[in-house]
């Protein structure tokens, strides 16, 4: 077993004590239900006034703090708005279906009074620096307020592992990926190029991450928009059946269509769940690190615009491209591509996608915890290959979670540098190729960015269309690793204090570089583990100071009554 194939594994496990463990999205979503009931559906009484504080009616120039109320939210978005609304939304569908659009949507609803919650606590508990700029976030409250330094600091450490594991290595795989298919530009020259453009963004702090972000943002959201609304009208019959497929199979899970095997009303429930979490980061803690940087003297002010960031990210963007996603029909067919290594199975026996026997016993081999229950079992022998193509029979290959067809197995010529196919016989052990430098290529379902260009080409822009996402993604994912640059320095000032910010910064460009060329597979999964290792400590600590909250929320009308809120 490789070291890629170790890491892998060793991901998974970790993966089925958090973000795949039964209990997280009920922990999860019960929490944003708690606050929704116990404040009183604070996203909807109180959407009307996040958008009058943003707009700056109540801001006064001599305001404790470093950024405006619309920059530290652009900030914020710019840290939320990335991968997770352009590729993770594609992973829901391409694993859960449909249905894990709801719980999407059911995540973002909820979310909003949670990351009111969490950006509330953290703006009233935190601190100033020694260079004068404002820190807070989670660990300040946990340890100001709670006196559980102990639980900051885990929640600090989180924070650094979780910013490369969500801000940092998915977004530039992603854009690497995106680059390549669309403008066949080597990974590595796109991730030493961003790497060194992050690297003049962030060195400026918090002040310059705000001015490109406020600058950004509300472009790279106008583009994507625009571009989201002419693949959805120009497939405008396939509107209404999108939505009908998302809630239609809400309670039981989403049925087996084209090459889609289908999935479990829990698996798409996780991964719903999982993914929005992901992308709006409500719970997560990331946000209110942010926002503690605004200028305000009410804590439940900067709390209250916070909620605009699951509706703008979630509601609208998700939204609009799984509406993509869905309408043009692409998550449900077979393409042409390269098989990443870990998206390949080669399981023992002939199976079909074609009877409904066949696909029950393959999705139940593909989701994790009803693998043991199904009659699919790993493959190991002997392949035999002539001109590329197998000529023996006893397997079947799945990649992408889907029946692989017309495969060729090619092996690149070392003088030529040109793919050459194989004539030979080719050892496959427990499922995997023993060799893995062969490089496998056939039609299969596709995920993450990929599916999502190619689903933006199937409107008015034609083939045109790959280059909205190619831009949305590179200008989305860059502004995610600037802001989560940002909330891994704050979280090494609490842990080491200044002298290790330089020391953080350097190793988090160098590894922007560096996972421009890593297994996209494997960068996903340890998104996955980190984002849930920053969440748990985060939700206990909100939960603990759920008095503390209502009273802020409480003075904030007062104070607001006495027109002394700002």
Known sequence: ????????????????????????????????????????????????????????????????????????????????????????????????????????????????????????????????????????????????????????????IATIISSFGTGNMPQINNIAQVMNDTFSLPNWITGVGLAILLAMVIIGGIKRIAKVAERVVPFMAALYVIGALLVIFYNYENIIPSFSAIIGSVFSGSSAVGGFLGASFAYAMQRGVNRGLFSNEAGQGSAAIAHSAAKGKEPASEGMVSLLEPFIDTLIICTLTALVILSSGVWKDKHQNTFDRTDMKFVAGDWTDQNSEDIEQLRLYLEPKSKDSSEVKPFSGSISLQDGEAISDGYTLLNANSVAEEVTYMELDTKTEQLSPITGVITVKNGSLENQDIIVQGKSLIHSASLTAEAFTRGFMGEHGKYIVSIGLLLFAFTTAIAWSYYGDRAVIYLFGHKGVMVYRVVYVVMFAVAAVIDTTVVWKLASVAIVMMTLPNLLGIMLLHKDMKQTVKQYWDDFRKGDAH
Request: proline content about 3%.
């Open 1 to 156: 077993m490789d070291i890629i194939e170790t890491i892998k594994n060793g991901l998974d496990f970790l993966d089925g004590f958090l973000g795949s463990a039964d209990y997280f999205p009920y922990l999860l979503i019960g929490v944003g239900l708690f606050f929704t009931i116990y404040l009183g559906f604070p996203q909807v009484r109180y959407f009307g006034q996040a958008v009058r504080i943003v707009k700056g009616k109540y801001s006064k120039k001599d305001d404790p703090g470093d950024t405006s109320h619309f920059a530290a939210l652009s900030t914020a978005l710019s840290g939320t708005v990335g991968t997770g609304n352009i590729g993770g939304v594609a992973l829901a569908i391409w694993i859960g279906g449909p249905a894990a659009i709801f719980w999407m949507w059911v995540t973002a609803f909820l979310g909003m009074t949670t990351k009111f919650v969490e950006v509330t606590l953290s703006h009233k508990y935190r601190e100033k620096t020694e260079d004068g700029t404002m820190a807070g976030g989670p660990m300040y409250y946990m340890e100001n307020k709670l006196n559980m330094k102990w639980l900051g600091i885990i929640f600090a």
